[in-house]
């Protein structure tokens, strides 16, 4: 199967939240394909972070697609609120509610729907979904903090995730998410993946259209 274009999404979790706008703005110049917003709502992880009027006020300085994650209990609960500002959004197969429905909820309005699965959680959970969702994304950090270092184990449900796609009828997109830099992209590409999140490695970088070439291989 050939190789799929590899997609980088900065997370604006680890941009400077006073400088939103042109933080949106610097990696959307230097080559970013999506931008991705970590949603938190202190329940489902143990961190607050932003939620729709942040959203949609990175939203103003792009026109690339806003890939938003869900770290949240209720997910079905506020997905309203998101799609009006959204391309695609994940929710958690450990969270409280009706997986189906909330995929369903997503995909009818015209978006990417994706189910997430944290470290601990085994990816056969997502199974069931198959055909429902067009993002899996599995964790490599645990949800919650960026800055964690990447769990290199987590690299065998997405060997998984591709074989799911390829003995079945499902075409989907395997996102990573945590500790993503220039040698865990590389390793994650290898084994699959796709769509790339990161954080801390391309907010923090010197040179930012640099590091995003990296991160593709280039």
């Known amino acids: 199967m050939p190789r799929r274009k590899t997609i980088v999404a900065p997370s604006i979790l680890a941009c400077d939240f006073s400088r939103l706008g042109s933080e949106v703005e610097r990696v959307d110049r230097a080559g970013a394909d999506w931008i991705h917003c970590d949603v938190m709502d202190g329940h489902f992880v143990d961190n607050i972070s932003f939620g729709p009027a942040f959203v949609e006020a990175a939203s103003r300085h792009t026109k690339l697609p806003l890939d938003v994650h869900l770290m949240i209990e209720r997910p079905d609960h506020y997905i309203p609120r998101f799609l009006p500002l959204a391309a695609s959004i994940t929710s958690h197969v450990e969270a409280q509610h ?41 964790m490599t950090v645990n949800p919650g903090f960026g800055g964690q270092p990447f769990l290199t184990a987590m690299l065998e449900k997405v060997a998984e995730a591709v074989r799911w796609r390829e003995e079945g009828v499902f075409d989907f997109h395997i996102e990573v998410d945590g500790g993503i830099n220039e040698q865990t992209a590389a390793a994650s590409v290898q084994s699959g993946a796709n769509l790339l999140v990161a954080g801390t490695s391309v907010f923090k970088a010197a040179d930012t259209a640099a590091e995003i070439r990296k991160l593709r291989g280039e």
């Open 98 to 138: 009706d997986i189906s429905r909330t995929l369903a909820t997503v995909r009818g309005a015209g978006l990417l729907a994706g189910l997430a699965v944290s470290p601990p959680t085994p990816i056969e959970l997502a199974k069931p979904f198959l055909g429902q969702f067009d993002i899996l994304l599995v």
